[in-house]
C-alpha cells in the first residue's frame, strides 16, 4: 500500500514523523482527508485531532491550531501546539480543563473570556485524544 511521510512540527520543534496510508485532520473549511499523491494544498487548522491512519492502526495527535501543508509525497503540520496521545498527561490536562472553567465562571471584567474559552477547548481536545473524558 502507498504512505505518505507526515511530519508534526511546532515551535518546540519536531513531535512526529511517520510514514502512514492517510491523514484526517479538522481544517477550519471541515474535515480533510489525505491520502498519498493528494494535490499540493495548504489549510488552516482548528483545534482538534489528526488522525494517522496506517493498516489497522490510527494514532491520534492533539493539536492546538496551525496550518496543514499538503504536497504529494509529503504532509506537513505545523502546530502551534501538538502532543501525541500516548505523551499526553492527563492530570496536568484536567487540571487546566477546571482553570478554564473556572475562569469562564468567575463574573469578574479582568477575566478574558476568549482566551479561556480557547484555554477549555485545548484541554478538552487532549482529553478527548486520550479517551479519558472527564
Not at 6 to 35: N, R
Not at 48 to 64: I, M, P, Y
Not at 93 to 117: G, N, P, T, W
Request: charge should be positive; glycine fraction near 6%; hydrophobic fraction near 45%.
Amino acid at each position: 500500500m502507498k504512505v505518505v511521510k507526515v511530519h508534526v512540527v511546532t515551535p518546540d520543534g519536531p513531535v512526529l514523523e511517520e510514514d502512514v496510508e492517510m491523514v484526517i485532520a479538522k481544517a477550519q473549511s471541515g474535515e480533510l482527508g489525505i491520502l498519498p499523491g493528494h494535490i499540493p494544498m495548504v489549510a488552516p487548522l482548528q483545534i482538534g485531532v489528526v488522525r494517522l491512519k496506517k493498516g489497522t492502526d490510527t494514532e491520534l495527535v492533539a493539536v492546538s491550531g496551525g496550518f496543514l501543508e499538503v504536497r504529494p509525497e509529503k504532509v506537513t503540520i505545523l502546530a502551534q501546539a501538538a502532543e501525541v496521545a500516548s505523551d499526553i498527561d492527563v492530570l496536568r490536562a484536567k487540571a487546566a480543563k477546571e482553570r478554564a472553567e473556572q475562569r469562564l465562571r468567575a463574573q469578574k471584567s479582568d477575566v478574558d473570556f476568549r482566551r479561556a474559552e480557547m484555554s477549555l477547548q485545548r484541554a478538552i481536545n487532549r482529553l478527548n485524544v486520550t479517551n479519558k473524558h472527564f
